[in-house]
Each structure stands twice: as structure tokens, then as C-alpha cells.
């Protein structure tokens, strides 16, 4: 933010020199970057924060100078008008937040003093109705804009674009307006301006008209944000609406403007002024000044705490005994502020609790006085530590098995949180300021993602081998750590990734049982919920096209209920004999038959067989080959080959009884 020094002088009465000035406002929290010479003024170049919109104004920097140095600012000097709200306004949108438009009717002429005021805010004069709305705005920090009147003669509307329509901008350039961006229309439903952040060609008003309608508004700051940056257009308007301006600005910046018009006898004539405002309320922080001093770890004189935020516009109030706001000078009252609160000023939108006012003294006062103490702590190991502790592990048990580490942002799109919705059943949370619609809604599922990534992968014929993420997953009320796999069939698919879930339940001594579930976002009969001690999930198959080729991916997603540090590992009893093994393989054509065979084989209870399992899962367009494991003999003695034979016969027997 640019600071002309003869700018300042016409608020604050002072005899610092410009280096001196520069390193007080340093001081306070606005560095000095450089001291620009410009049309032979000294100017200089501030950083400000980017929550401080209040500060984006010539007058904001000239309060916060005559804080920091105790002195006296000049009052803005304004012009009331009547408001008689006989010209029409609608607001269709909440991203309007007030609306103000003045019809008026304007004789301009060049002025010098704001031709040059503009150029050394580095801005060149375009004319002398649009120079004086420019500098109004750097003058308040109240953006205006002043539209001809005979294209708005019959009202305004104030409505988000219902569909994708070409914008004429006053810049020259055409820009593509979509659905939901914000738009200043007449009735005829032409747009005039994209609301906070630029005018149309057909808006824009000229030195040959006479009369006009100043518009003074306040949009919210996530609607203009979005539009501004989807057009990757910036502007004086949309670069302070973006953050929060002043709710209450709109007026101010009004009454200053029609000052101006009076003084420089621009034959200044209001017809008309309507008004649509949003209702707020006072806001206010409780705070002793006691406690500051404590907090600060200080003993500043009360007069100088109250002296620095009374200068700030932060006045101290008090309630009387039929609930109504008073000056607290009018309150009895003993040392500190018992009865005491802060009234927040409306300009100041970036204090909300009781540090910030903390800050705001000690900001002014200075750091110099605040004595450096080391704090008294515990050193205690963190719950986050133990997440991350987790999390490596998992990553290198993971990376050993061949896999590869994803790494994707925690924003999606909604269609990305599709499959957390219907498979995992979380609700998507979606942000109440998103940047973008890619990025609208915190993720649900990590599966989703690793799908996306994988086609993306495919579609550009990379050849890469099956990936993995540990990461955050967010519920309504709560977020909580999931593991994300995807494996190709040919990589391994859900052999691969039994094999990887009971690796790492053994680590805590748990052991992996799987359940048949219905999931039509699977293919048929391959879902399965996953149930352990220290995670559950689901797995299942999912068939991708990849233009005209075809491929299956398993995919398997894990809410982590481990604990760390691991348990100490549990020694299994060795049998004193091995047992034997014998795969068998089933062809089956359909869903049904799969479901019929898995249901006969866990009826089935032999003599010597220990254990079934389902081996291996191959499957080829409607073909199922299901292979699975028997497991043969009791640990107890050694078998000969041909009575391991016989268990196994006597197994397929079974399966022959029941009609496979």
C-alpha cells in the first residue's frame, strides 16, 4: 500500500521527517519496504496484513500514525443526503451483503490535486469522474463505482448469472462470466458490472454525461474472491473485496464522494438515494485492563491502554441497568474495566476475541518493554507424534512391498466424493469459502482419489506399478486416518492386498476377518468388509475403460484404529509337524454360481482338513476362477502322501454331492 506523505499531512499535523515516519509505521507493524520519489513527493511503499482491509486507505494509515505517536486526526468531512428509497433496488443474492445507489446529476471538470494524488498512488487519470471515485477509494478504502444513468434509469438488480455469457469489460477485454458469479443488472437484465470487481464497457460513465447513479456496496469477500480469481482479473475494487471491507464502509465512502462534489463545485445535485442494508450488530469484547497487563506480563498505565484503542476507533462501553450501550465515563467504576467492555469498531473486522485487543496494545505500546521468560513446560510425547510415528511405518511397510506413495490435496470435487458417499457412507463436508469448484469439499475417501490418479495415469500410457496413501479423511464433526490401496489384477489384486493387511495386523497381534457384503459400486460378489482390531474397511473390484481397452483394479480403503507405539509381538506355537497343501480350482459363470460355492465349501467339515481358504481370484469377462487352498493334516504326526490324497478326494466328493 502506497503512503504519499503529503497525503498524510492533510489528516495529522506533524513535524517527523519521512525516514522517521517510515520507521514508525515499521515499528507499529507496517514495514517500510522503499521511499519512492514520485511527481517530487515522497511516497512510501507499506506491507500490510492481509486481514487489515481498514488499512488499504489513506486515512486507515493516518489512524494507526496518530495511535502510535499520540496525536490528533483530522475528522473526514462528509455530506448526509436523504435516503427516500424511491429508486428501485433488488437484491437476489446474499452475496450482496448492502446495496446504495445514489442518482445524481454532475458537471466535472480536471482537478490537478486528484490528478496527481492518483499518480503518485501509481495509478495514471483516465477522467475526472473515474478519478474521483479512484481516489475516494484510496482516500476511505470504500471501493465506488459510477454507472451512466440512462442504462440503470428504470433500477438494479443484483443477481448471480444463471448461465455462461460473454462480459464487455471496460478494460477492453472480453471476459467468459459463468453460472453463479455475481452481476450488477438493470432490469432489462443487461450486465453492467461482475459485482466488487469490474464495470462493463456499456456501464462505464463518460465526461459528456450528465446524469449518473454512484453505486456504494458491500459483496462478500468468497464471491468476489472466486470470480476474480477464475478470471485471473485483479482490480483496486476486487483486490479490498476479496478480503473483508467495512460492512457499515458503503455509507462513508458515499458521504465522502458528494463532500468532494461540493467542494470542487462540480454543480452537485441528488434526485434520489435508495438504500438496502444488511442488519448487524454491535460486537464487543470483555477484557480488564488488569488483564492485559497481566497477559502482557506488564504494568502500562490504564489511561495508555485506554488512550491506544480509543484512538483506534475501540471504545470503551458499558451497559446501564435497562441493557442499553453507554460511554464508560459515565459508568461508575473502580480500578480496571469490571463493568467494562470494548465496542469493536466496524472497520476493524479482523478482531474478534479478547488477545487480538491484547496484540493491538502491545502492537502500539511497543515490544521493546515485553521481558523474554521461557515458558514452564512439560515435555510430554503428543498424540500427533505418535500419528507421524504411525504413519512412516506404514508408508515403508508399504514402499517394501513394491508399492508407490501418493501424496493428493485433502480438497476435491464433489465428483469426487461420490464413491465416499455411497460406499463408505460419509457425508461430504463441502467449504463455506472454497477457492475453487475442483477444490469445494474436503475429501471423504482416499479411494477416490487413487481411482482418479490411476486413470489420469493410464490415459497419458504411463506404466506405473500399484499405489498407496495414509492420509486424512474428513466426516461432518470429525476427520480420522485412512489407508487407501489400489492394485491391478496383474499386479497381484486382492491377493496382494490380504497378504499386505495381514502383514501389518500381525504387528499388533490381530488377526483379518473378511464378510461378504452387498456394494453396487463394486462388481458382482467382489465386495468385502474387512473387520481387525486395529482397522476395518472395504475391498472390492472396480472395472475401468481406458479408451477402448478395459482393466481391473481392486480397491481397498481402511479407517486405521491402531495405537502407538506397536504392541510387543505375540510367539506363535509352532506345530511339532508340518501340515500339507492342496489347491483346487473352480470355474463358475456367474455371480450366483460364486456365491452357491463359497457357500457349500464353508458347510464342508473333514477329517484331517484343518483349514479352507480362498487362494487366488481370476476373473475374465463373466468367468470366475476361484482357487482355493486346502490346508491338510493336525500338527500332531507326519501323513503319508496318499492318506493327504485320500482327505483331498474325499473333499472334491463333497463338492461333486452339491452339484459343482
Known sequence: ??????????????????????????????????????????????????????????????REFATAKNLEIKKLELKDFPIDNKYPIKIESKNCQS??????????????????????MGRNPINPLVDLTNYVLFETGQPLHLFPFNVMNDGVKISLANKKIKFNALDDKSYEIEAGDL??????????????????????????????????????????????????????????????VDPKGFLLGAKRYLWWLDNLGWTNQVYSAS??????????????????????????????????????????????????????????????????????????????????????VIRVYGYTGLKETLPKIQIKTSKMDDIFQLEEFLIDT??????RQEIRSSLVSEGLTLFGKSVLENKPVKLLNPRSKEKAFLRNSISACLLKGHEDSRKKDFQSTWS?????????????LHLGLLIPEEDGGSRLIKTILESIAQKWNSEVFYFDVKNNY???????????????????????????????????????????????????????HKFSHRDLTVNTKSSDEVKKVT????????????????????????????????VIGDGKKSYKDSEINQAFELFKKELKKNGI
Open 99 to 120: 446495496y446504495l445507489g445514489v442518482h445524481l446529476k454532475i458537471k466535472p471538470e480536471a482537478n490537478a490535486h486528484i490528478e496527481k494524488m492518483l499518480k503518485l
Open 275 to 360: 438504500s438496502v442494508e444488511e442488519t448487524l450488530e454491535n460486537h464487543s469484547i470483555s477484557i480488564k485492563a488488569s488483564e492485559i497487563n497481566k497477559r502482557l506480563g506488564m504494568n502500562i498505565p490504564e489511561e495508555r491502554v485506554v488512550q491506544i484503542l480509543e484512538s483506534l476507533g475501540i471504545r470503551q462501553i458499558s451497559k446501564d441497568r435497562e441493557g442499553n450501550w453507554n460511554d464508560s465515563w459515565k459508568i461508575k467504576r473502580k480500578k480496571g474495566l469490571r463493568k467494562g467492555e470494548w465496542l469493536i469498531p466496524s472497520h476493524r473486522t479482523d478482531l474478534s476475541i479478547p488477545e487480538d485487543l491484547i496484540e493491538e
Open 398 to 403: 508399504l514402499l517394501s512391498f513394491g508399492g
Open 183 to 244: 452481476l450488477v443488472q438493470n432490469k432489462s437484465n443487461e450486465p453492467l458490472a461482475l459485482a466488487g470487481i469490474i464495470g462493463s464497457k456499456k456501464g462505464s460513465s463518460d465526461v459528456s454525461d450528465s446524469e449518473f447513479l454512484l453505486e456504494a456496496a458491500c459483496f462478500k469477500n468468497s464471491s468476489t474472491r472466486q470470480s476474480a480469481n477464475r478470471l485471473n482479473l485483479s482490480t483496486d475494487s476486487s483486490y479490498r473485496f476479496q478480503r473483508i
Open 1 to 62: 500500500m502506497r503512503l504519499p506523505i503529503c497525503w498524510l499531512k492533510e489528516f495529522i499535523q506533524c513535524s517527523y521527517s519521512t525516514q522517521e515516519i517510515a520507521d514508525i509505521f515499521t515499528e507499529i507493524g507496517f514495514e517500510c519496504e522503499e521511499i519512492l520519489e514520485v511527481e517530487g513527493e515522497k511516497v512510501l511503499d507499506l506491507s500490510t496484513p492481509s486481514n487489515r482491509t481498514d488499512v488499504l486507505s489513506i486515512y486507515g494509515l493516518a
Open 599 to 630: 457357500s457349500v465349501i464353508a458347510k464342508i467339515k473333514l477329517d484331517l482338513i484343518h483349514e479352507i481358504y480362498l487362494f487366488d481370484v481370476y476373473k475374465k469377462k463373466e468367468n470366475w476362477n476361484l482357487t482355493w487352498r486346502l
Open 522 to 576: 463394486f462388481l458382482d460378489s467382489s465386495a468385502l468388509k474387512i473387520e481387525a482390531k486395529v482397522f476395518q474397511g472395504l475391498l472390492g473390484a472396480i472395472e475401468i475403460e481406458i479408451g477402448s481397452k478395459k482393466e481391473l483394479v481392486w480397491s481397498c480403503e481402511l479407517e486405521l484404529k491402531i495405537l502407538w507405539p506397536m504392541p510387543k509381538q505375540k510367539a506363535k506355537e509352532l506345530p511339532s
Open 468 to 480: 498407496f496413501e495414509v492420509g486424512k479423511v474428513f466426516k461432518e464433526n470429525e476427520e480420522s
